[in-house]
């Protein structure tokens, strides 16, 4: 683990945090239910966050699964670009939904050519509803020290896995012994877009997260992954 001599008196403050990560990259917890073989993440430019997965039925209908692995809904999303040629249609199937920092969601079929597509507003608010679903309302504080560390691409880690973190990973006492500390860990895995031969594909890498909270306030006083 990553020793940090920690001040368990450091003030804990509320911070919102943009994501640094590069426009490729994003986080997810595993899933408690695996989604079907093939699923596709659906993946937020705006948190760099996995908030669930897709399974293409047919083109233009998918079936939608929760961050969770759970089936939520099946989808009939409107293409709105129109298709370009008939190669276009087999390469929806592996295309990825991905929710813009505009709000705006498309489908990446291929390197260099997305099609507009709208998941409904309904569906993205339930996928995103569910990110919270068994956590805590309280919202986690942040030394100024960790909040600094948000603001690295190299360290930043969404705030939903932080939480996860703490609601369902492994706790014991931190490596310091500081009453009032302890340490939770959690398995996460970050997802890199690759494009090969004019395909995308998204490498899964596993980590493990550590996160110190002073409990007594819930502040996050260090983390990091390994």
Known sequence: MDIRMLDP?????????RNPLPHNEYYAVKPQFMPPHGARPIVDDATGLCIGYTVAQAPGLWQVYD?????TTLEEASLQT???DPLDIALIAFGVFRLLSS??????????KSISSVLSEATLNM??????VGLSVRNLKFTRTTAAHMA???RYIPVNILEKAIRY???SPDAQKM???FLYRIKMTRLKKIVEHDKIRYVHKEYTLHVVVRERDWTISHFHID
């Open 127 to 132: 996928l995103r509803g569910r990110l919270k």
């Open 103 to 112: 709000g705006r969601a498309v489908l990446d079929v291929a390197a260099g």
């Open 169 to 171: 990973g492994s706790r």
């Open 82 to 84: 129109p298709l370009i």
């Open 152 to 154: 690295e691409s190299g």
């Open 67 to 71: 961050a969770d692995g759970r089936f």
């Open 179 to 181: 009453p009032g500390m």
């Open 9 to 17: 008196d450091e003030p804990g403050y509320f911070f919102n945090f």
